[in-house]
């Protein structure tokens, strides 16, 4: 099998690179993608390392997975390109997310989406993934009717600009800014653009596709981006209205048994996600599970995760996985 990894350089392709070694894939032929700039630079897999080719190589040598993360122009280019000669693409980019014919997959979810006519595939939002793994079980039990979500995302998710400002700010640096303002002892109410609704294109994000997610255009979703100099991971404190009351034992359960999600909830010995110890690891966290007294059939919830693993990276090998499993290539 050849597999592309197209944006191998950056901060999610070079952790796809991490989790295609960690879950058994290495033995494929990878094929590491990036700009003319990079070209012939080495990577690591595992304790391989492997020239990085351009795009135009990758595609010649006819790879039946690319996995995309090089932002939303060149997918927009080179998708359908790739799709048009037989590969499955899987684009982490905003570029094809709300395409009716795009899935749009978190694999625990609904990767019976992904079929053999279905080549171009989308990886939600970092901030979505994490989000809607947690509240896929609790939809199908108690019915979702509304969502307040407030987040605290990691300088991470902008990327490798905004990690290198967060560190000079604390240097005492100059620092070359990703963000209007500085982020060191800071929280910015502020990601991707404002529309002119006032809300931001990440909490336009949140609702749209949580709703193509759980296939419930009904949900009533309201958000609040909040970026925080922290490196681990994405928080998110969300607020769920059921239309089905509920049990929060029962809740508990359910979120226990959840492939791919950790609770941790037992306040009497501090036992809480947070992003300090989600950073490097593939599941989401789950805690400070507590019923809402102030009206009827309502849950909070404290969501934390990696964003460039299960929030990214981890999220699009495991389509890969799906797909090879499968047997759709």
């Known amino acids: 099998m050849k597999i592309a990894v197209i944006g191998a350089t950056g901060l999610v392709g070079s952790v796809m690179l991490k989790v295609i070694g960690e879950e058994g894939l290495s033995h494929h032929e990878i094929i590491p993608v990036a700009s003319s700039k990079s070209i012939g630079k080495l990577v690591f897999l595992?304790?391989?390392?492997?020239?990085?080719?351009?795009?135009?190589?990758?595609?010649?040598?006819?790879?039946?997975?690319?996995?995309?993360?090089?932002?939303?122009?060149?997918?927009?280019?080179?998708a359908p390109k790739f799709a048009a000669a037989g590969t499955y693409v899987i684009d982490n980019s905003s570029a094809w997310r709300?395409?009716?014919?795009?899935?749009?997959?978190?694999?625990?979810?609904?990767?019976?989406?992904?079929?053999?006519?279905?080549?171009?595939?989308?990886?939600?939002?970092?901030?979505?993934i994490q989000m809607v793994l947690a509240l896929a079980p609790l939809h199908q039990r108690y019915k979702i009717r509304r969502l307040v979500i407030s987040t605290y995302q990691s300088v991470t998710g902008t990327g490798v600009k905004a990690v290198a400002q967060l560190e000079n700010e604390r240097k005492n640096?100059?620092?070359?800014?990703?963000?209007?303002?500085?982020?060191?002892?800071?929280?910015?109410?502020?990601?991707?653009?404002f529309l002119e609704n006032g809300y931001?294109?990440?909490?336009?994000?949140?609702?749209?596709?949580?709703?193509?997610?759980?296939?419930?255009?009904?949900?009533?979703?309201?958000?609040?981006?909040?970026?925080?100099?922290?490196?681990?991971?994405?928080?998110?404190?969300?607020?769920?209205?059921?239309?089905?009351?509920?049990?929060?034992?029962?809740?508990v359960d359910l979120l226990s048994e959840t492939s791919g999600i950790v609770v941790k909830n037992n306040p009497g010995t501090?036992?809480?996600?947070?992003?300090?110890?989600?950073?490097?690891?593939?599941?989401?966290?789950?805690?400070?599970?507590?019923?809402?007294f102030s009206q009827p059939k309502t849950l909070n919830l404290w969501i934390v995760a990696d964003n460039?693993?299960?929030?990214?990276?981890?999220?699009?090998?495991?389509?890969?996985?799906?797909?090879?499993?499968s047997k759709l290539v």
């Open 308 to 325: 460039l693993r299960k929030g990214a990276a981890t999220n699009a090998i495991q389509i890969v996985k799906y797909i090879i499993q």
């Open 46 to 78: 595992g304790n391989k390392q492997l020239p990085v080719v351009s795009i135009e190589e990758a595609m010649s040598q006819n790879p039946q997975i690319a996995v995309f993360s090089a932002g939303s122009s060149l997918s927009k280019i080179w």
């Open 270 to 292: 501090f036992d809480y996600p947070m992003p300090l110890y989600s950073q490097n690891k593939n599941e989401v966290f789950v805690g400070r599970i507590r019923r809402d």
């Open 173 to 193: 640096l100059p620092a070359d800014m990703a963000y209007p303002y500085p982020i060191d002892l800071n929280v910015i109410p502020h990601g991707g653009d």
């Open 200 to 251: 931001t294109s990440e909490e336009e994000k949140l609702v749209n596709e949580t709703r193509k997610i759980l296939s419930d255009s009904s949900l009533q979703i309201t958000a609040t981006v909040v970026r925080v100099p922290v490196y681990g991971g994405h928080s998110e404190a969300v607020n769920v209205e059921f239309l089905n009351d509920y049990n929060l034992e029962d809740v």
């Open 98 to 128: 709300m395409f009716d014919d795009v899935p749009l997959v978190v694999p625990e979810i609904n990767a019976h989406e992904i079929t053999q006519t279905t080549k171009i595939i989308a990886n939600p939002n970092c901030s979505t």
